[in-house]
C-alpha cells in the first residue's frame, strides 16, 4: 500500500498531478483544493495517499493531511459515492467543512459539490452522522501526525538540497477534535457533541478548542 509520496511536482494538470519521486513518475488525483494549495512545477511537494485496486485500475488519490485521507475512506463507504464524488465534495468543503455539515445534517452544503444530486447529499448526511464524530475525534492526532517533517526522498543534483515543503500548522479540526473529546469526556454523546461543536465552529472559525468547548456547552445548555 502507497500511504504517502514526497517528491518533485513535474506538472499539475485539470484533476491530476505527476509526481517525481526519485525517479519515477506517480500520477496522483486530486481535489480542486488540493491542486490549488500545492506548488508548482519543480518544487516540492507531499501527499497522504489512497489507491484504488479494480480489475482494470489502478489510481492513486493525494490528500494534503491524513484526516483528509480518512474522510475520503469515509465518504467511498456510502453507496453511490465513488472517488470521483469523494473529490468533488472534498474540493468544494474541505474535511472540515464536511464535517461540520455532516454533524450538523446541512446536506444542502453537500449538494453544492459539482454532480452530487439531493438524495445522494442526503445519502451522506444520514448515513455518516454517527461516524463522522469518531473521524472529528482522530482530527488532533491526524494533525499533529502531518505536522511532523518528512525525511527527504530526493536530493537536488549538486551539494545543495531542495527544500523540504513546510507543513502547514494543524488545522482547525484539530481544535474541533479536542473540543469533542472534551463533551464526550463529559458524558455528551457523540453525536450531540459534533453537532454543537460544529456549528460553534461554523459560528467562529479558526477558534481554538477552549473557546469551542464554552460555545458548545453553550449551545448544549437546556433552554428555558
Partial sequence: MIGKLTGRVDYKAADHL???VGGVGYTVHCSDRTLAALPGAGQMAALYTELLVREDLLQLFGFLTPYEREWHRLLISVQGVGSKASMAILGTLGPDGVARAIAIGD???VKAAPGIGPKLAQRVVNEL???APGIM???GTMGQAAGTSPDPLIEEDGPAKAPMPQAAPPSS???QAD???ALTNLGYAPSEAARAVAEAAGNAPGSEASALIRAALRLLAPKE
Wanted: charged share 20%; no cysteine; glycine share 16%.
Fill in 107 to 109: 446536506w444542502g452544503a
Fill in 18 to 20: 505527476l509526481l517525481d
Fill in 129 to 131: 452522522k454517527e461516524k
Fill in 137 to 139: 475525534a482522530l482530527g
Fill in 179 to 181: 473540543a469533542l473529546s
Fill in 173 to 175: 479540526g484539530a481544535a
